[in-house]
């Protein structure tokens, strides 16, 4: 069984940066696509970015080139580095993992394991 469990949400000014991290316990070395989502209030939850076992990455268009998804097999760790944050980056940021060989879309339902969230908030 997959248990991930998410750290380092904040407040934090727009310009601003904040690190996330997501303990992973239950996956294996390889087989395995990682990512993470986020959810406004009042709003679907949508995907931001996903790192496949070999390092691949993908991102959503509002985030590329600010935020930096990478993960320490290691520490069995994923994190999410953000950078030049925006007021409309505030939302409850969920990890997400799922076994497969495949790097996976940022949909919601391609994924079967979540975290419990953590807050982000971005103040003008």
């Known amino acids: 069984q997959v248990h991930l469990m998410e750290s380092g949400g904040g407040s934090v000014q727009a310009g601003g940066s904040l690190r996330l991290s997501c303990a992973a316990s239950?996956?294996?070395?390889?087989?395995?696509?990682m990512g993470w989502f986020r959810q406004a209030s009042g709003k679907e939850r949508e995907g931001v970015a996903a790192i496949r076992f070999d390092g691949i990455t993908t991102y959503a268009d509002s985030v590329r080139g600010r935020f930096t998804i990478s993960k320490d097999s290691a520490k069995n760790t994923l994190t999410l580095q953000m950078n030049s944050l925006k007021p409309e980056d505030t939302a409850m940021y969920y990890c997400?993992?799922?076994?497969?060989?495949?790097?996976?879309?940022?949909?919601?339902?391609?994924?079967?394991?979540w975290g419990q969230g953590t807050q982000v908030t971005v103040f003008s």
């Open positions: 239950g996956l294996q070395s390889v087989g395995y696509c």
């Open positions: 997400a993992a799922q076994r497969t060989w495949g790097l996976l879309p940022l949909k919601t339902g391609s994924f079967s394991s």
